[in-house]
């Protein structure tokens, strides 16, 4: 590949989905077409989430954000996160980065949802 920064890019993603697949989403793999105007992200079959992969050198959450944020809208989903590759670092070392409200309606989905987790979290404040 001709562009370094296009190349540190894909493989970014490819190490993002990777990632996904060791942690149980099977499925996740890389979403062509990044850049038309219907993007919806940069990995696929993650279920209700848009994940925008980043790995640049200036720090940008607000721009990433706003674009992860358009391709939620596109592709209709309830999550926009951005994985951001630290520099210098391998992508397992960078950035999950999304809106603290969304983050919050994640983490309240995951909690009430999985009862070994939720009886975890109770135990945990039950000590404080």
Not at 87 to 115: C, H, Q, T, V, W
Request: charged share 30%.
């Amino acid at each position: 590949m001709a562009n370094p920064a296009k190349a540190k890019g894909s493989q970014a993603e490819r190490d993002s989905a990777a990632l996904l697949r060791d942690a149980g989403f099977q499925n996740a793999d890389r979403e062509f077409g990044a850049g038309r105007s219907e993007d919806v992200g940069d990995i696929r079959n993650i279920p209700r989430t848009v994940i925008e992969v980043k790995a640049e050198k200036a720090f940008n959450p607000s721009g990433w954000l706003a674009e992860a944020e358009s391709e939620r809208i596109n592709a209709g989903a309830d999550y926009g996160i951005v994985f951001a590759k630290r520099p210098g670092k391998s992508m397992k070392d960078g950035y999950f980065i999304m809106r603290l409200e969304d983050g919050i309606a994640l983490l309240r989905e995951a909690i009430l949802s999985d009862n070994t987790l939720r009886k975890r979290l109770e135990s945990l404040l039950q000590e404080i």
